[in-house]
């Protein structure tokens, strides 16, 4: 097991920038594949980004590709991921995940593939 906790969400203009963080502590967090996903108000959670356990494998939804990048630094046990060039559809709640893994360079997009989450970190864009 692994405790996540998210960082850095907050209010910003549309085209504007934030990055968000996820501390992480209780495990070996190199072992773990990340993943960012989001909840809108009304809606269902969604994928937005995942991150292979060596960090060099990336994966995004086709609404953030180009946006948005995720990274890890495993000597700090913290993923990252930057948001650039906001739009007020990306106002949600963000989580991000971890799932152990044996394949360090998989990423994975289904929620259920991850066991641990934070409790989240609230992103508002505003137009």
């Known amino acids: 097991q692994v405790q996540l906790v998210e960082s850095g969400g907050g209010l910003v203009q549309a085209g504007g920038s934030l990055r968000l963080s996820c501390s992480t502590s209780g495990s070996t967090f190199s072992s773990f594949a990340m993943g960012w996903f989001r909840q809108a108000p009304g809606k269902e959670r969604e994928f937005v980004a995942a991150?292979?356990?060596?960090?060099?494998?990336?994966y995004y939804s086709d609404s953030v590709k180009g946006r948005f990048t995720v990274s890890r630094d495993n000597a700090k046990n913290t993923m990252y991921l930057q948001m650039n060039s906001l739009k007020p559809e990306d106002t949600a709640v963000y989580y991000c995940?971890?799932?152990?893994?044996?394949?360090?360079?998989?990423?994975?997009?289904?929620?259920?593939?991850?066991?641990?989450w934070g409790q989240g970190t609230q992103g508002t864009v505003s137009s």
């Open positions: 991150l292979s356990a060596s960090g060099e494998s990336t």
């Open positions: 995940a971890a799932g152990k893994t044996y394949s360090r360079h998989s990423v994975y997009y289904n929620g259920y593939e991850y066991g641990c």
